[in-house]
């Protein structure tokens, strides 16, 4: 096999048809099918299902194998070119939600001023959708949350940030600045379905305390649970970045100091070694927080102040 076959099953993959994945890689049609043809010959399956334009079983395991191959000579010819030159590549960054809204613009800024031909690609998703595309090699690195337990990756923690209930001022919890968790027994509110990671934070933290947190309905993110506290459909416990520091309107930030700190955390493979763009980001990536971390309410940097390992 070599890389143009690989190339052609990919753009099939990302565009559907033969023709629109030629169309995609500046060539035609028949160049397409014949390389996808010898890859199939070689290895003995069919790939594409030609009835219904889709990848076979076998078709979607050589692609997701595909994929991290490119990525990777693509890697080596920007690591090569950065070698006597300025630093240039693609990053593939995965980020969740809540901290994409706070980190990013800065962070693509100031990547942008520093590393002018380090070219960002940035993909917002869960924790548990982006510690895949880690480990597979489809991102270089992801800004996740903690817990992330895989021996395949490095772990680095970034920040800790409080979980807070935040309440439209139509709530009555919104009249207090703090409240003991024990003032949230049994008080309906909006929280992360059961088995998510924030949900399991927060049971254990409720068992702790020997109190029971009554979901008024579960709400499968974190950037949604968020609004509609605002809203005023009920009050959520979220992490203080999902109310960004700009934000303002009737609404309450309100502590409860029993809750334990969430920490958001650099992940990446641990071989092969990070590209020199991905070195680029993550370096740019620790000064804007330097910088920007004291103007998000609820966020802490000093080690002390959260536990440093894989671990909440």
């Known amino acids: 096999m070599d890389v143009r076959q690989l190339s052609a099953l990919v753009a099939i993959a990302d565009h559907g048809t033969f023709s629109a994945a030629a169309r995609a890689l500046y060539t035609v049609q028949s160049n397409v099918s014949g390389h996808v043809a010898k890859l199939e010959k070689e290895l003995g399956v069919t790939l594409v299902d030609r009835a219904n334009g889709g990848l076979t079983d076998e078709g979607a395991r050589v692609v997701e194998r595909a994929r991290r191959i490119l990525h990777e000579i693509d890697d080596i010819a920007a690591d090569i070119a950065s070698l006597d030159d300025e630093v240039s590549g693609?990053?593939?960054?995965?980020?969740?939600?809540?901290?994409?809204?706070?980190?990013?613009?800065?962070?693509?800024?100031?990547?942008?001023?520093?590393?002018?031909?380090?070219?960002?690609?940035?993909?917002?998703?869960?924790?548990?959708?982006?510690?895949?595309?880690?480990?597979?090699?489809?991102?270089?690195?992801?800004?996740?949350?903690?817990?992330?337990?895989?021996?395949?990756?490095?772990?680095?923690?970034?920040?800790?940030?409080?979980?807070?209930?935040?309440?439209?001022?139509r709530h009555s919890i919104a009249g207090h600045e703090t409240v003991s968790i024990h003032d949230l027994d049994e008080v309906p509110l909006l929280l992360p379905p059961k088995g998510a990671a924030l949900r399991r934070v927060l049971d254990r933290a409720a068992a702790a305390a020997g109190i029971t947190l009554r979901a008024q309905a579960e709400i499968d993110g974190v950037r949604l649970l968020a609004s509609l506290a605002l809203d005023g459909y009920g009050a959520a416990i979220v992490p203080a970045t999902a109310v960004p520091h700009s934000l303002t309107g009737d609404f309450s930030r309100v502590t409860v100091p029993e809750l334990p700190r969430r920490v958001v955390a650099w992940a990446r493979r641990r071989r092969p070694a990070p590209s020199a763009a991905t070195q680029a980001v993550e370096a740019v990536l620790h000064q804007v927080i330097e910088t920007r971390a004291d103007d998000q309410p609820g966020v802490h940097l000093d080690t002390a102040a959260f536990p440093l390992g894989r671990t909440t």
């Open 90 to 169: 693609d990053a593939r960054i995965g980020v969740i939600g809540t901290t994409a809204r706070w980190l990013m613009p800065q962070l693509l800024t100031a990547v942008e001023q520093s590393h002018p031909r380090v070219h960002p690609i940035v993909y917002e998703g869960s924790t548990s959708a982006l510690i895949p595309g880690v480990v597979s090699g489809r991102l270089n690195a992801a800004i996740v949350h903690l817990p992330v337990d895989d021996p395949e990756l490095v772990i680095e923690p970034l920040f800790a940030e409080d979980l807070l209930v935040l309440a439209n001022a």
